[in-house]
């Protein structure tokens, strides 16, 4: 039975008058899934109501930052405690070096960072700081992976832009991706032709260690070594975008799981504790690059801001300090995908899902996926049956085949036996 979202409907033809599409992110307009976006009036852990009063368990938290769930007291608290001192200076603080501290002592590859207020102002700086340092021009990035939306990177870009199935963007000169070379996923011999062929020429690979971006797609086994192999043969700088694996997959990311050390990372959305946050941080020799220090110039008005400090500093805290939860994660991770997936399986749908710590996909096509190519083939159709199922069943999923969903620190079992009697539910009614 579906459940009314008056209120919502009436926000939304509100805000299409006075903002494109209604949204300030093209994913939250459900457009991809068949259904009107919803309004949210208010979250607590891992739950969120909407504007009609509707109550959701919900898997995405903000798109990953908030692995504490919604309104966590510590995080709230050290955010009221910051905001009565002021909200902003555009002047350094304490909370600043402490925050730094505490995301350098989690990535000990890393000896500095730099904040600022976004994963793609992140991502958009680190590889110009690779270009400066390296003093080559070319990058490479892959098929499927989102890192923001800075112009070179929106070529054959996850997340938004293949949930739009846009190949790129619009108001993009060719010119400004000349440099870029897209490459399958989890394919070797395709990075080690284009090595071959630029030669001495290209200056990063950015990569999302654990893809997000088109669904989540976990690295075959031995890939991310042969990164970090030829990469280092090629005096290439490799770039983690740990944005939204971060603080995630393990306390130390990614490259704490599988035990790689890439020359840069990015980061995002954990460390800012829902706040805006992002960082790019590595090895002094090329961090000391950066502006005032060195040529590369960047700069942000509101980086380093004292709220999203202090929220980043309780998250990251509560993390450092109950990293039990990570092995709980998992747990209820694994239990909420195989109970999903055996619904489905006892329905007769066809699907088949990649898991890595707390994060997850369901994909609605046989699979395996393993790159673009394989999440491209998912009947993206059926994914937009299933999520609205799911919705009337108080399951709120990431609005597209091709995003994770977020186990987080305040999901019980009660959610995940929920979800999956909605899942049982959604499989029988909407002929998903
Ligand atoms: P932001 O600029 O949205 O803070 O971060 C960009 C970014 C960079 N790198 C990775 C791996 C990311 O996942 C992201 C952003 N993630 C998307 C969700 N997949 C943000 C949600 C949205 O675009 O509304």
Redesign the pocket.
């Known amino acids: 039975m579906s459940r009314s979202i008056e209120q919502s409907r009436k926000l939304q033809q509100r805000a299409e008058k006075l903002i494109p599409g209604g949204v300030n992110?093209?994913?939250?307009a459900f457009r991809s899934v068949g259904a009107d976006p919803l309004y949210i009036a208010h979250g607590q852990g891992s739950h969120i109501w909407d504007a009609d009063g509707n109550e959701y368990i919900d898997y995405i938290g903000s798109?990953?930052p908030l692995i504490l769930g919604h309104a966590a007291s510590t995080v709230i608290d050290a955010i009221i405690e910051a905001a009565r001192k002021g909200t902003s200076f555009g002047a350094s603080i304490p909370a600043e070096a402490d925050l730094a501290e505490l995301v350098i002592s989690a990535f000990p590859h890393m000896e500095k960072i730099r904040f600022v207020s976004?994963?793609?102002?992140?991502?958009m700086s680190a590889i110009r700081l690779a270009r400066g340092y390296t003093k080559r021009k070319y990058i490479v990035k892959f098929e499927g992976?989102?890192?923001?939306?800075s112009d070179a990177l929106l070529v054959k870009a996850?997340?938004?832009v293949a949930t739009l199935g846009i190949p790129g963007s619009a108001g993009v000169p060719e010119e400004f991706t000349q440099l870029t070379l897209a490459l399958p996923y989890n394919d070797i011999c395709a990075l080690d032709a284009a090595f071959e062929r630029f030669k001495h020429q290209i200056a990063c690979v950015i990569v999302?260690p654990v893809v997000?971006?088109m669904g989540c797609v976990p690295p075959a086994r031995g890939y991310l070594e042969a990164l970090r192999a030829i990469t280092k043969n090629e005096k290439t700088l490799l770039i983690f975008?740990e944005?939204?694996?971060g603080f995630r997959l393990a306390y130390g990311g990614a490259q704490e799981l599988y035990g790689i050390e890439p020359d840069l990372t990015?980061m995002?959305?954990i460390i800012g504790g829902g706040l805006?946050v992002?960082g790019y941080g590595g090895p002094t020799e090329i961090m000391d690059l950066i502006a005032p220090l060195g040529p590369v110039y960047q700069a942000g008005t509101l980086s380093g801001n004292p709220l999203a400090m202090a929220a980043g500093c309780a998250t990251l805290s509560y993390l450092r300090e109950h990293k039990g939860i990570y092995a709980n994660l998992d747990k209820l991770a694994g239990e909420v995908v195989a109970g999903v997936a055996a619904a489905a399986k006892d329905a007769g749908v066809t699907i088949c899902h990649n898991r890595v710590s707390s994060m997850f996909t369901w994909f609605f096509t046989q699979g395996p996926v393993t790159d673009w190519d394989s999440a491209a083939k998912c009947d993206t159709q059926a994914f937009g049956r299933f999520f609205r199922a799911m919705l009337d069943g108080g399951v709120y999923l990431p609005p597209s085949q091709f995003?994770?969903a977020f186990i987080g620190a305040a999901h019980t079992e009660h959610d995940v036996q929920q979800t999956i009697a909605a899942a049982k539910q959604a499989f029988a009614v909407a002929a998903v």
């Open positions: 992110s093209p994913v939250r798109w990953g976004s994963g793609t102002e992140a991502t992976c989102y890192h923001g939306h996850g997340s938004g999302e997000g971006n975008d944005v939204m694996t990015t995002g959305k805006p992002g995003e994770a």
